[in-house]
Protein backbone atom coordinates (compact mmCIF):
# COMPACT_ATOMS: atom_id res chain seq x y z
CA UNK A 1 0.00 0.00 0.00
CA UNK A 2 1.48 3.34 -1.22
CA UNK A 3 1.27 6.70 1.42
CA UNK A 4 2.45 9.79 2.18
CA UNK A 5 3.75 10.89 5.08
CA UNK A 6 3.92 15.20 5.59
CA UNK A 7 6.23 16.59 8.16
CA UNK A 8 7.35 19.89 9.37
CA UNK A 9 3.76 22.44 9.70
CA UNK A 10 3.72 23.89 12.67
CA UNK A 11 2.81 27.77 14.23
CA UNK A 12 5.63 30.22 13.43
CA UNK A 13 5.68 34.52 13.73
CA UNK A 14 5.46 36.28 10.09
CA UNK A 15 8.70 36.58 8.81
CA UNK A 16 9.57 33.65 9.91
CA UNK A 17 10.45 30.41 7.49
CA UNK A 18 9.08 26.76 8.26
CA UNK A 19 10.42 23.53 6.08
CA UNK A 20 7.80 20.87 5.04
CA UNK A 21 8.49 16.98 3.96
CA UNK A 22 6.81 14.67 2.55
CA UNK A 23 7.74 10.68 2.46
CA UNK A 24 6.51 8.23 -0.26
CA UNK A 25 6.90 4.84 1.10
CA UNK A 26 5.50 1.18 0.26
CA UNK A 27 4.79 -0.97 -3.01
CA UNK A 28 6.22 1.77 -5.11
CA UNK A 29 8.03 1.49 -8.99
CA UNK A 30 8.44 5.14 -9.74
CA UNK A 31 7.29 8.42 -8.46
CA UNK A 32 6.59 11.13 -11.27
CA UNK A 33 5.27 14.26 -10.20
CA UNK A 34 5.39 15.51 -6.48
CA UNK A 35 3.71 18.70 -5.19
CA UNK A 36 2.16 20.87 -2.36
CA UNK A 37 -1.19 22.00 -1.89
CA UNK A 38 -2.98 24.11 0.34
CA UNK A 39 -6.03 24.79 2.08
CA UNK A 40 -7.20 27.73 4.26
CA UNK A 41 -10.55 27.75 6.49
CA UNK A 42 -13.68 28.45 3.73
CA UNK A 43 -11.07 27.93 0.50
CA UNK A 44 -10.37 25.71 -2.40
CA UNK A 45 -7.97 23.74 -1.99
CA UNK A 46 -5.25 25.44 -4.37
CA UNK A 47 -1.78 24.30 -5.53
CA UNK A 48 1.01 25.75 -3.98
CA UNK A 49 3.84 24.04 -6.00
CA UNK A 50 4.46 21.50 -8.21
CA UNK A 51 7.97 19.71 -9.38
CA UNK A 52 8.58 17.09 -11.88
CA UNK A 53 10.63 14.02 -12.10
CA UNK A 54 12.93 15.85 -14.10
CA UNK A 55 12.93 18.99 -11.62
CA UNK A 56 10.50 20.94 -13.36
CA UNK A 57 9.20 23.57 -11.10
CA UNK A 58 6.24 25.61 -11.24
CA UNK A 59 4.76 28.00 -8.09
CA UNK A 60 1.63 29.58 -7.76
CA UNK A 61 1.90 33.56 -8.14
CA UNK A 62 1.57 34.13 -4.19
CA UNK A 63 4.11 32.47 -3.25
CA UNK A 64 7.07 33.03 -6.26
CA UNK A 65 10.40 34.25 -4.47
CA UNK A 66 9.24 32.81 -0.81
CA UNK A 67 9.02 29.29 -1.37
CA UNK A 68 10.88 26.63 -2.68
CA UNK A 69 10.32 23.45 -3.95
CA UNK A 70 12.68 20.20 -4.48
CA UNK A 71 12.39 16.53 -3.86
CA UNK A 72 15.21 13.53 -3.61
CA UNK A 73 14.12 10.98 -5.49
CA UNK A 74 16.20 8.35 -3.48
CA UNK A 75 14.40 9.10 -0.59
CA UNK A 76 10.99 9.40 -2.73
CA UNK A 77 10.46 12.53 -0.35
CA UNK A 78 9.49 16.15 -1.73
CA UNK A 79 10.51 19.16 0.10
CA UNK A 80 8.46 22.54 0.85
CA UNK A 81 11.13 25.57 1.97
CA UNK A 82 8.97 28.37 2.99
CA UNK A 83 10.31 31.86 4.14
CA UNK A 84 9.10 35.02 4.21
CA UNK A 85 6.04 33.79 5.49
CA UNK A 86 2.48 35.73 5.98
CA UNK A 87 -0.64 35.54 7.89
CA UNK A 88 -1.99 34.75 4.50
CA UNK A 89 0.09 31.49 3.62
CA UNK A 90 -2.42 30.26 6.95
CA UNK A 91 -3.67 27.01 6.22
CA UNK A 92 -3.43 23.10 5.83
CA UNK A 93 -0.59 21.59 3.68
CA UNK A 94 -1.24 18.55 1.53
CA UNK A 95 1.36 16.69 -0.06
CA UNK A 96 0.14 15.41 -3.53
CA UNK A 97 2.12 12.64 -6.00
CA UNK A 98 1.43 10.50 -9.14
CA UNK A 99 2.87 7.25 -8.40
CA UNK A 100 3.25 3.97 -10.19
CA UNK A 101 3.10 1.40 -7.63
CA UNK A 102 4.93 -1.97 -8.38
CA UNK A 103 1.38 -3.98 -8.23
CA UNK A 104 -0.88 -3.28 -10.07
CA UNK A 105 1.25 -0.83 -12.48
CA UNK A 106 -1.60 1.82 -13.35
CA UNK A 107 -0.31 5.41 -12.03
CA UNK A 108 -2.51 6.71 -9.53
CA UNK A 109 -2.65 10.01 -7.38
CA UNK A 110 -2.14 10.17 -3.83
CA UNK A 111 -2.79 12.92 -1.23
CA UNK A 112 -0.92 13.25 1.71
CA UNK A 113 -3.28 13.73 5.54
CA UNK A 114 -2.12 17.60 5.53
CA UNK A 115 0.04 19.18 7.94
CA UNK A 116 -1.13 22.45 9.44
CA UNK A 117 0.91 25.90 8.97
CA UNK A 118 0.09 28.94 11.18
CA UNK A 119 1.43 32.33 10.60
CA UNK A 120 0.75 34.62 12.76
CA UNK A 121 1.10 38.67 13.09
Known amino acids: QVQLVESGGGLVQAGGSLRLSCAAS????????MGWYRQAPGKQRELVAR???????NYADSVKGRFTISRDNAKNTVYLQMNSLKPEDTAVYYCNADILPVQPRVRLNYWGQGTQVTVSS
Open 51 to 57: ITSGDST
Open 26 to 33: GNIFRVDH
